[in-house]
């Protein structure tokens, strides 16, 4: 393909790709598979790589992320970000309506909508394209968060039809139950503590430095102000339409009220529906519709006084504790576990509650039998808020966290700064053992997903199954006919058997998982803080098992990201006589133990040069920079040393590596010049 093929048809991808993301995302309507649209984007993707001076500044693959962000700078707000006067009561929003009404001295019509629990934004468009996205911060200035913000495929890189020139759009990013429960299935696959409730974790995710990582977390958006210039606009209602209309997420969940009877209808409404919702909302925004009427009410000094919020008071209950039990996790973290009396919440029975870990119970004061106070938090998670000691039985005992693993009776430790005790008996702990059985096979590892819905306990139980190695020694004379019984923490009683049918597909997905690559191997082998990106971080660096397990501590911190914890944690595993057998039992019945492929090879341009990339390109992610970099014979370095040949610098280099470059008089080579410098300019 030459070059204008080339240019011609990156512009007619990233076309029907946006197209695409728009009715998927935004109207939810599809018109081709998944399949099929991941087709368009790898298209795009190689002939963005083997043309890189045709990227759009709006492509789709942006939304893919790569880049990486080491600060967040400060951004100062055209337009204060002020939150609203929040109330509690239909009376609070009489007396609104009474005071706008007073200060109009003429009717208003007001725009109720949903008030969603996530992370306020604030997008700026110029001639249609994105080109900064701000958190609140502290209502006068914000972060820029644009990298990661671009990864939210609700969000319009650039609009079509008739738009301003120049505006801003305001809006709240959240983590659907969906996103949030699946981080959190995959988070404790890893062995990684949970996350508490979808706002937290949008906040979080919103700000980590890795945007590829941002992008698998699959945030969403609704977008509910728009702001700018002479807007041609006379409502508030009608903008948002108009929004609608140029590519923007508007929330069809909003109603035009007249009447505080509507206003409070519409709340009500919500109070109960918003359970049916697949999202959190916490309460009701009530905004004057006409703008001519909101610059007259004005604002306070910290809100508008044309808005205000009705919040939903967290729906509370309480119940009597019967017991505290303890449950150990694979990666040996013991949490306690409040065993309640059942009890009907937001919608659900609630007969258990998380209590964390020792530090919760002894702020709790908890006692034995306690009457308990529970909320659900982020309307999830049931956690207890309080203990009502007016109810304590006479001659209740304290409760105290346990000092043995109720498992394997180890003695429980607790690391220096560390809330959570876990039991150090990391191979011979019963659940420990299941843990790392389960996580062997989960999807993101071996994907042996035949095994799952409690066959791994089955066979742990009846003592054919004790490591990994052994799936690969099961014969199906071994698993006919196995079965168990079990009641569920629903009451159900379910059965769990091996037939005919099931053991058939049992082995063969056994067979096909030796097909895995490494580096999906490395991170099924269940080392602590080796999550699936560490785990492909790990297996490009050192290309098989055997370099890695030889690798000290200084070239396991010399890798992207491999910080001083993991590095630790790799040598120590590494070094256990039993996890190196079971590597070598894996490697003899055929598993992937070193990369399939030589990495690709273009020149030796590089060669003999050490380069340490920082920063943030618009041509390539910093993972793709290594690649590029290895590829054309070079090394690749984390810290600048007088052995570093030059730095590969983009935008917001760290000011420490710069200082020490300018230090040490090392070359600093910017995006441009680097990829004339390998030829590919």
Known sequence: MNPQEAKARIEELSRLINHHNHLYYVLDRPEISDFEFDMLLEELIGLEKQFPHYVLPDSPTQRVGGAV??????????????????????????????????????????????????????????????????????????????????????????????????????????????????????????????????????????????????????????????????????????????????????????????????????????????????????????????????QILGFTAKSPRWAIAYKYKAEEVATRLQSVSYQVGRTGTV???????????????????????????????????????????????????????????????????????????????RNAGEAAWFCPNSDHCPPQIKGKLEHFIHRKAMNIESLGQGRIELLYDKGLVTTPADLYDLKAEQLLGLEKTYTGDDGKTRTVSFREKTVENILSAIEKSKEVPFGRVLFALGIRFVGETVASKLASAFGDIDRLAAAGFEQLTAVDEIGEKIAESVIEWFSRPEHRELVERLRAHGLKMENDQEPEHASNTLAGKTIVVSGVFSRFSRDEAHRLIEMHGGKNASSISAKTSFVLAGENMGPAKLEKARQLGIPILGEQEFLALIGQV
């Open 69 to 294: 962000t080491k600060s967040f700078a400060s951004v100062k707000h055209r337009y204060p970000m002020l939150s609203l006067s929040n109330s509690y009561s239909e009376g609070e929003i009489m007396e609104f309506h009474q005071r706008v009404s007073k200060l109009l001295d003429e009717p208003a019509e007001y725009v109720c909508e949903l008030k969603y629990d996530g992370v306020a934004i604030s997008l700026r468009y110029e001639d249609g394209l994105l080109v900064q996205a701000v958190t609140r911060g502290d209502g006068t200035q914000g972060d820029d968060v644009t990298t990661n913000v671009k990864t939210i495929r609700s969000i319009p890189l650039k609009l079509t039809g008739d738009y301003p020139a120049s505006f801003e759009i305001r809006g709240e990013i959240y983590l659907s139950r969906e996103s949030f429960n699946r981080i959190n299935e995959d988070r404790e696959a890893e062995g990684l503590p949970l996350l508490a409730n979808p706002r937290n974790a949008a906040s979080g995710t919103l700000k980590m430095q890795d945007s590829a990582e941002v992008a698998r977390r699959r945030l969403d958006c609704w977008l509910y102000y728009l702001m700018g210039e002479n807007l041609p606009f006379e409502t508030h209602y009608q903008s948002l339409q108009a929004a609608k209309s140029w590519g923007f997420r508007i929330a069809s969940n909003m109603a035009l009220c007249r009447t505080t009877d509507e206003i409070l209808e519409f709340i009500n409404d919500w109070k109960t529906g918003r359970y049916q919702l697949p999202f959190d909302i916490d309460g009701i925004v009530i905004k004057v519709n006409n703008f001519r009427q909101q």
């Open 335 to 413: 949490t306690p576990v409040a065993n309640l009396e059942p009890v009907l919440l937001a919608g659900t029975t609630v007969k258990r509650a998380s209590l964390h870990n020792a530090d919760i119970i002894a702020q709790l004061g908890l006692h034995e039998n306690d009457m308990v106070v529970v909320e659900k938090g982020g309307e999830i998670i049931p956690k207890i808020t309080s203990v009502k000691t007016e109810y304590r039985l006479q001659g209740a005992k304290a409760v105290s966290f346990i000092a043995n693993c109720p498992e394997c009776g180890s003695q429980l430790e």
